[in-house]
């Protein structure tokens, strides 16, 4: 288990490297920023790198990982389908890592073409060797079979904001409301029988800018809870005797009426399911309360396996207050990733329904489903 672990924050370094990268060369930029119409879109598929890039660094952390662990090949899923009917030919093109950097930059130009440059930058990257020298990482002994477990992915979480590229959006106490910095890598570990999280890495490809260079530097965090074993990079924020709650922006009148009070009003918004899971782990809010099943699998599975590790978890808020309604004084239920969603098509079948509640204190926990 402690080489899985270290083989998942070596991934996430790579994807968050293949994330810069396509911001910072000036042949990948131009394609990310692109908006191209009509036949010129078509043709070289300058509107949807985006999607190129999501789903790259996704075939990218399976293959690394599957080569590594082939006893995790079939159980690594992600939000991306790798299947892209866009190629110069009009055939389908199904994105995956090849043998050489060569062959990798061949596939690639099969959707770029002409764009020569941005295959092969994409393809070196793809094919580079990460050395990661984290002696806390490397000293971490553990026991799990790697077959007893699945993984998720969210290859780039908050792609909008990627996207956009916002480098000026001001934090309020620390929470920045949207912007380049909510774009995370986030590898989430699973037990197949159960479903329960039992380990995560969150990567922050732009946490800052090299005040010599001015190239963005990322930064990693990672979790482990399993059995009687939690242990984490991190330590567990102290509570705040009156809560803050972030939250999406597009939540509802009647969660925001309901928690303000609790909070004095500090009520926080940003952008980025993972962002805001994030937040919490690392104690700039309390709790983050989403009241739709707008979040998957893939975005929650990483970040939950933290909050565990450091004492707290993630909630299925619907199921939660059902419980409390009828007087059940348990333990809420914890969301799990390895049950889809009965009659429910695509990605709607990992979706988490009747949202969630991330919390790392459980007095925060209460504190929110007595409110709401």
Partial sequence: MAGLLQALVGASEKAAHIARLCRREEPLFQLLVAEKT????NRRFLQDFKTLADVLIQEVIKHDLG???PELQGHIHGEESNELG???TGETVMVR????????AALLLSVLEPEVAAAELLAAAVHRDVALGDTELAGVALS??????????DPIDSTNEYIRGREDV???DGIAPGGLCSALVLIGAYDRRTGCPVLGVINEPFFRRDPLTHRWQGRYHWGVAYGDTHLSSLSPPPPCPTPCVVLSRAEGSAVRGALGPLCGHRLRFAAGAGYKMLCVILGLADAYVLSEGSTFAWDACAPHAILRALGGGMVALAGALRARRV???GSPPELVYNRPAEGAEGAERWANRGGLVAYVHPQHLEAVLAAL
Avoid: N
């Fill in 144 to 153: 799990i079979p790697p077959q007893d477990l699945a993984i998720w992915i």
């Fill in 86 to 88: 866009v190629s110069v």
């Fill in 327 to 329: 007087g059940d004084t």
């Fill in 38 to 41: 009509g036949t010129d879109k």
């Fill in 170 to 172: 001001p934090p309020q």
């Fill in 97 to 104: 890592v090849c043998a050489t950097p060569g062959d990798t």
């Fill in 67 to 69: 080569k590594e662990f």
